[in-house]
């Protein structure tokens, strides 16, 4: 068995859209899955993922992205918190616990549910900005 046969043979949100694990489905289209976290952070914490396996998002082919955020939106219209926050990560450094691109929909109720967020922000020259502004746009 391949390497990628073998991630989505073993792949618990390729298995929970086969139907082979069960979910709370929420929404699915023709390309996404939507479907409520079993270990929210807060009530309605969902998960939205592209039914094409991939581990990261630049790895996704772009028509598999056409849904993902607006069933995000979606979600957190009806959840109804009015504050939340739209979550993805990608790699383990990063806080990636499943390795197939998902979208996290995070209701923020009050201080102590939904997600807690340290932001260490950095103190960067003007002129390294301006470096890295010219290198990026090089490549993009």
């Given at each position: 068995m391949s390497g990628v046969a073998k991630t989505l043979a073993s792949c618990i949100f390729c298995k929970i859209i086969k139907g082979e694990i069960p979910s709370f489905k929420l929404l699915e289209t023709e390309t996404t899955f939507a479907f409520l976290d079993i270990g929210p952070l807060a009530k309605g914490h969902a998960l939205v993922i592209p039914k094409?396996?991939?581990?990261?998002?630049?790895e996704l082919p772009d028509e598999s992205l056409v849904d993902l955020l607006p069933i995000a939106k979606k979600i957190a219209i009806a959840v109804g918190s009015e504050n939340y926050n739209i979550l993805q990560n990608n790699g383990k450094l990063a806080h990636q616990e499943v390795g197939?691109?998902?979208?996290?929909?995070?209701?923020?109720p009050s201080n102590e549910e939904g997600l807690g967020v340290d932001w260490p922000a950095q103190q960067i020259a003007k002129e390294e900005l301006?470096?890295?502004?010219?290198?990026?746009?090089?490549?993009?």
């Open positions: 094409y396996h991939a581990e990261k998002l630049h197939h691109v998902h979208v996290h929909v995070i209701p923020k301006q470096s890295l502004l010219e290198e990026l746009k090089g490549k993009l």
